[in-house]
């Protein structure tokens, strides 16, 4: 079956401009994450929606950032008012259960 | 708040040859998953083994095993038989079984297996 995917791929800004990054979860899967993971560290934890719910939006780092899943599936990462701190790439997973979580190919978001 | 630490940033080893990793980790809670995760150039994170907490018997994928010592909290990843494919970023990561199930990674491993 098909896995995480993410759109789009690379996306370049400029500065103070608004940015929507989209996931796509494998079928079935009720939990999604997102982290961030700037260049030479690890990924940091974002924002955990279980079905529609953000169940815990905790590694937001600002206002500047809010994430959706309306129906339960799909999710939105927006990003308002873009600052060059915020260039890194944006992971999604999703999971079934608390065991794995399946990581797409990340985002990679450079603003100018 | 948990963290998850790993003191080589990078690592070499010969093909076929048997390479570990190390990762530490610092939590109060006892009801908890450990992870390594791979991530080769491709961004693509894809899970190599997982470890539970309350499981005293070290866990083994094929030619990757690991050496949980929850006393000491370490986490250390034993890749047997290394192969080219291996090269990557190998990432410890933590998952806290009792809120949320997001993960804490570490900071990372480059591990280059050369011919």
């Known amino acids: 079956g098909a896995g995480v995917s993410q759109t789009p791929s690379n996306k370049v800004t400029e500065k103070g401009k608004y940015v929507e990054l989209r996931c796509d979860p494998i079928s079935g899967h009720t939990a999604l994450y997102w982290y961030r993971q700037s260049l030479g560290q690890g990924p940091e934890f974002l924002i955990y929606f279980q079905g529609t719910g953000a169940a815990d939006d905790s590694g937001l780092p600002n206002d500047r950032f809010f994430a959706v899943r309306p129906e339960g599936s799909v999710s939105t990462l927006k990003i308002q008012r873009t600052e060059r701190g915020d260039s890194a790439v944006y992971l999604c997973a999703s999971s079934r259960d608390y065991n794995e979580q399946f990581f797409g190919p990340g985002t990679r978001l450079t603003v100018l | 708040a948990q963290t998850v630490t790993q003191s080589q940033p990078e690592m070499s080893v010969q093909e076929a040859e048997t390479v570990t990793l190390s990762c530490t980790y610092d939590?109060?809670?006892?009801?908890?998953?450990l992870f390594w995760y791979k991530q080769p150039p491709s961004r693509q994170m894809i899970l190599v083994i997982r470890?539970?907490?309350?499981?005293?018997q070290n866990a083994t994928e094929n030619r990757f095993s690991v050496n949980f010592q929850k006393a000491a909290k370490s986490f250390s990843l034993k890749i047997s038989d290394s192969q080219l494919g291996d090269t990557a970023m190998y990432f410890c990561a933590f998952m806290n079984g009792n809120a949320g199930n997001m993960l804490t990674f570490g900071g990372g491993t480059r591990l280059m297996v050369k011919p």
């Open positions: 939590t109060s809670e006892n009801n908890y998953y």
């Open positions: 470890q539970e907490a309350y499981k005293q």
